[in-house]
């Protein structure tokens, strides 16, 4: 017997606050038919097993859920009509929707089998997840497999199975409820004791950006040392450094011989022609 851990609350939150219950299932196809008798086998297994449990509220406020074994007499459910092969999955995906379970009445599982129109079969089980995780059903599941083909022993050899169904008493409630306030109330004196003791935290520090440095004024002199060209080009009326590939071109583009012109016109058309030659 035990209480329900902290990682379940997630789904009993969601079965309180909205009526929804989260459910796993295990699916198995077969060639053929399982018979009835590995099919009851199956499911004995599984009872005995850790999923077959029942949910039992506190009666003390502030105290957890607590577990027992369920009464419930768990049988498979067999369909007779066939399921066309191809719409297995669909099936399937239907008795996730429709089947009965409520863990506080003790219907945990479920063990459903449909034939199929090839001869064969498909078996499903499903589980609530407030019972089981993945891997505790996937275990629970395969020893139940494994029990199938174990020959079972005879029934006045066959010891009883004992299920813990008491119940817990109010005491026991209200220690757990005592316990789960000593844990709130270590965790919240823990958390103001760090936000007391704690260093300030300090600002990140800014983030280095490139800094464009001055404009730098070039003077006439200075601008004739370093190679520019103080007559402005008949274009744009902007000066460009001696011996570039723009002043090149502005200063040798009158000699082409496509635009061949007398040399009054072309002085006046390239001021910086006589001084380039």
Same mark, same amino acid.
Request: positive net charge; aromatic residues 6%.
């Given at each position: $017997?035990?209480?329900?851990?902290?990682?379940?609350?997630?789904?009993?939150?969601?079965?309180?606050?909205?009526? @929804?219950? &989260? &459910?796993?299932?295990?699916? @198995?196809?077969?060639?053929?038919? #399982?018979?009835?008798?590995?099919?009851?086998?199956?499911? =004995?297994?599984?009872?005995? /097993?850790?999923?077959?449990?029942?949910? !039992? %509220?506190?009666?003390?406020?502030?105290?957890?859920?607590?577990?027992?074994?369920?009464?419930?007499?768990?049988?498979?459910?067999?369909?007779?009509?066939?399921?066309?092969?191809?719409?297995?999955?669909? @099936?399937?995906?239907?008795?996730?929707?429709?089947?009965?379970?409520?863990?506080?009445?003790? %219907?945990?599982?479920?063990?459903? !089998?449909?034939?199929? =129109?090839?001869?064969?079969?498909?078996?499903?089980?499903?589980?609530?997840?407030?019972?089981?995780?993945?891997?505790?059903?996937?275990?629970?599941? &395969?020893?139940?497999?494994?029990?199938?083909?174990?020959?079972?022993?005879?029934? /006045?050899?066959?010891?009883?199975?004992?299920? =813990?169904?008491?119940?817990?008493?109010?005491?026991?409630?209200?220690?757990?409820?005592?316990?789960?306030?000593?844990?709130?109330?270590?965790?919240?004196?823990?958390?103001?004791?760090?936000?007391?003791?704690?260093? +300030?935290?300090?600002?990140?520090?800014?983030? +280095?950006?490139?800094?464009?440095?001055?404009?730098?004024?070039?003077?006439?002199?200075?601008? /004739?040392?370093?190679? @520019?060209? /103080?007559? +402005?080009?008949?274009?744009?009326?902007?000066?460009?450094?001696?011996?570039?590939?723009?002043?090149?071109?502005?200063?040798?583009? #009158?000699?082409?011989?496509?635009?061949? $012109?007398?040399?009054?016109?072309?002085?006046?058309?390239?001021?910086?022609?006589?001084?380039?030659?």
């Amino acid at each position: $017997m035990s209480r329900l851990q902290d990682q379940d609350f997630t789904y009993w939150f969601l079965r309180e606050a909205f009526g @929804w219950d &989260v &459910v796993l299932q295990l699916t @198995w196809t077969f060639d053929r038919a #399982p018979g009835t008798a590995a099919l009851q086998a199956f499911t =004995d297994a599984l009872t005995a /097993s850790r999923l077959h449990r029942r949910l !039992v %509220r506190p009666r003390v406020p502030l105290a957890r859920p607590y577990w027992v074994r369920s009464t419930a007499d768990p049988v498979p459910s067999v369909r007779h009509d066939p399921v066309p092969a191809d719409q297995r999955d669909e @099936w399937a995906r239907a008795l996730l929707r429709t089947t009965d379970l409520d863990v506080e009445a003790g %219907r945990c599982w479920a063990v459903h !089998v449909a034939p199929d =129109d090839r001869g064969g079969a498909v078996l499903s089980l499903t589980c609530l997840h407030l019972v089981a995780d993945g891997r505790a059903l996937t275990s629970a599941a &395969v020893d139940a497999a494994v029990a199938t083909r174990t020959p079972a022993p005879a029934p /006045s050899a066959r010891p009883p199975r004992r299920l =813990d169904v008491s119940r817990l008493g109010p005491v026991d409630d209200l220690v757990d409820a005592g316990l789960q306030l000593g844990r709130a109330a270590l965790g919240t004196a823990r958390a103001v004791r760090a936000a007391l003791t704690s260093p +300030p935290a300090e600002a990140p520090a800014a983030t +280095p950006y490139a800094r464009r440095g001055p404009r730098r004024r070039f003077g006439r002199r200075e601008r /004739s040392r370093r190679g @520019w060209s /103080s007559t +402005p080009t008949p274009t744009t009326g902007r000066t460009a450094p001696r011996g570039s590939a723009a002043h090149r071109i502005r200063c040798s583009w #009158p000699s082409s011989p496509a635009l061949s $012109m007398p040399p009054d016109t072309q002085h006046r058309a390239n001021p910086c022609a006589s001084a380039c030659r």
